[in-house]
């Protein structure tokens, strides 16, 4: 068959395609179900890998290949789509298939929606009067999610943002290595596809991913930059929130709004270990979240405090040029190997990915599958499970033996001394599932020391550890994380009663009705709020679209019935998060003897949802103004 130059485009980029991502687009562009039968069935693979080849012989690889290279060529020249929307039931059927294992038949309209055959945000214009505007704090990923949308709905909105550009965390932390460990075409937003470089980008690529949406979606001359929020306060008469500002010139500005939507974020403001002489310190000292665009580590004598998800991405990055590097760690984690980690989107595949969407989709779908519900079940105790004390079930000890092995493997011959220092005790995604960039094998380098201590004392340039030893540095990094139980921390929020948000939640015992409203805060929603974080893996961000999708929801229907005020009913909101805290009982981040940043002193999971995110995309469908305390616009009561 000769190809012109456009088909050879075509054809190069499906020769290192994904088979059975391939084999959904054959289905639904032909309408043949052959291929979800023998012998082209993909063979499930362990680990988190893409599978590429479906484990499918040489053969039938090149059967799958032709037959989709011939029907995307003839979807380019305008045959129709066979199937452009298949039903939910054979959208399970060929998940099922695609991903070598049964997927349970209530994920049709979910992935469905994933797909674009269910509207995921009703994007349609509504009537909004003149002066009814919302505020949305941050200009995140949450908030930029929420300022599309509302622009999209037609609303008034402004964004208030206390750094000069968009991107929040993205933003701000820029330390060697500083990446995502979700795959970015999974970590990004369903609505907003992108040409990603990497499968897993690092903090420049997605920042430029996060300006760009900005800009696409035209919502940059909606954002107040350089100015914070210091207070919010409820004006039950008015039925607005009263919004003080500081703007750049360090002047105050009140103003009004509606509704105000917090998306303030939970990594912020980083943590400072309580270590004696920690000010004495006379060398170069830093924060992961503070580090200096200038730093210069050529040839120092580098110490880290810490070795959660920033040391494990900075180590690696920084190991070869330093003199030496001297870690200190706090508890041991986990670390999941992927094949694509770091690596480049073959340029053939970033061209399908661009110009197929239905390859796209399904590509998006299958990392969804692989990275979100799948291994939800493995978090779950089992009574009956005999070796409690290392795993939760026999699906949580297939993990745990699996991610053994590979550590094993990376560490090579100097397993037999690390092992016992670097493999956890506590079962898989007991804490955050860290991605491996190198870790293992770093641990290998002479001019790396991991000390299991930890830091006592510190003059002006040793750290003395617990057992009196002692070790000089020149640069002391903090990897100590951020204040993330407290989920407001960058202002107060007064509500309707005259009480503190920050009193209400205990300071580090937040709670919310589906993780984005409270009682006592009429028309405030909260992004990225109490119990929403996916433990078991996956990308924040469509947890976030399913929030502002209902948020969007509850803001349409205030219009619509003509409401100035939608609050939560005490009720509601307490049962909710009885649900919550009953379901985590079972689950792995209340295991005995678990340290993490998920719970607080009182041993409540306060970050982490319980919830699959096909339960939670139930749950945020549709909102029901039965479950809240509503009042007419005040307007119409003086009426």
């Known amino acids: 068959m000769t190809l012109s130059p456009d088909e050879q485009i075509f054809s190069d980029a499906i020769e290192v395609a994904n088979i059975p991502t391939l084999l959904m687009v054959l289905v639904q562009l032909t309408g043949e179900f052959q291929w979800l039968e023998e012998p082209y069935l993909p063979k499930r693979q362990p680990g988190l890998g893409d599978n590429d080849t479906g484990g499918l012989e040489q053969r039938h690889q090149q059967e799958v290949r032709e037959a989709a290279l011939e029907a995307i060529l003839a979807w380019r020249d305008g045959r129709p789509i066979a199937l452009p929307e298949p039903d939910f039931d054979l959208i399970v059927r060929m998940l099922s298939v695609s991903m070598a294992e049964p997927v349970p038949s209530e994920y049709g309209q979910f992935t469905a929606a994933q797909l674009g055959q269910v509207k995921f945000l009703d994007h349609q214009t509504i009537s909004s009067p003149a002066d009814f505007n919302v505020m949305v704090i941050g200009a995140g990923v949450s908030g930029l999610c929420a300022a599309i949308n509302l622009q999209m709905l037609g609303i008034n909105f402004q964004v208030v943002e206390r750094n000069s550009t968009v991107g929040g965390v993205w933003w701000e932390n820029h330390y060697p290595g500083a990446g995502v460990d979700t795959p970015n075409h999974l970590y990004s937003y369903s609505f907003a596809p992108y040409d990603w470089q ?92 503070r580090w200096p665009k200038d730093a210069d580590l050529q040839d120092k004598k580098v110490a880290i405090i810490g070795n959660g998800a920033s040391c494990m991405q900075i180590g690696p990055e920084i190991q070869n040029e330093v003199e030496s590097l001297t870690i200190f760690q706090k508890s041991v984690h986990w670390a999941a190997p992927f094949d694509q980690f770091r690596k480049e989107v073959p340029d053939p595949l970033r061209f399908l990915l661009r110009e197929v969407p239905l390859y796209r989709n399904w590509y ?267 009042e007419p616009v005040a307007e119409l009561v003086a009426d």
């Open 198 to 289: 990497q499968y897993f980008c690092l903090r420049d690529e997605l920042h430029e991913y996060l300006e760009h949406v900005c800009d696409s979606f035209e919502v940059r001359d909606a954002i107040r930059f350089e100015t914070t929020v210091e207070e919010i306060e409820y004006q039950n008469q008015k039925q607005k929130w009263l919004v003080t500002l500081r703007l750049p010139d360090g002047s105050q500005e009140q103003t009004e709004a509606n509704v105000v939507i917090s998306a303030a974020g939970i990594f912020n403001p980083p943590v400072f270990p309580d270590i004696e002489g920690l000010e004495d310190w006379e060398g170069e000292k830093w924060h992961t979240a």
């Open 364 to 630: 998006r779908v299958r990392l969804g599958w692989t990275f979100n519900d799948r291994i939800h079940s493995a978090l779950h105790k089992d009574p009956d499970w005999e070796h409690s004390e290392r795993s939760l079930n026999a699906q949580n000890d297939a993990h745990r033996a699996y991610f053994t092995d590979y550590v094993v493997n990376e560490l090579g011959d100097d397993a037999p001394e690390l092992l016992d220092r670097v493999l956890p005790t506590y079962p898989p995604f007991g804490k955050r599932m860290l991605m491996d960039n190198g870790w293992y094998r770093m641990l290998r380098n002479p001019k790396v020391q991991l000390v299991d201590e930890h830091v006592s004392k510190i003059d002006s340039t040793s750290l003395t550890t617990t057992d009196g030893n002692e070790y000089e540095a020149d640069v002391l990094v903090l990897a100590t994380g951020f204040d993330v139980l407290n989920f407001i921390t960058t202002y107060e929020a007064q509500g309707r009663s005259g009480a503190s948000l920050m009193n209400q939640w205990e300071q580090d015992n937040a709670k919310a009705y589906l993780g984005t409203v409270v009682p006592d805060f009429p028309n405030f929603f909260t992004l990225y709020g109490p119990n929403l974080q996916p433990g078991h893996g996956g990308s924040l961000i469509f947890v976030v679209e399913m929030q502002v999708r209902y948020i969007m929801d509850v803001i349409q229907k205030m219009l619509d019935q003509n409401l100035g005020a939608v609050e939560i009913r005490q009720d509601i909101h307490d049962s909710y998060n009885e649900d919550v805290d009953r379901a985590h009982t079972q689950m792995v981040w209340t295991h005995p003897g678990m340290e993490s940043y998920y719970r607080n002193d009182r041993g409540r999971i306060v970050v982490n949802s319980p919830w699959r995110n096909v339960d939670f995309y139930a749950m945020t469908r549709e909102a029901n103004l039965s479950e809240y305390l509503t």
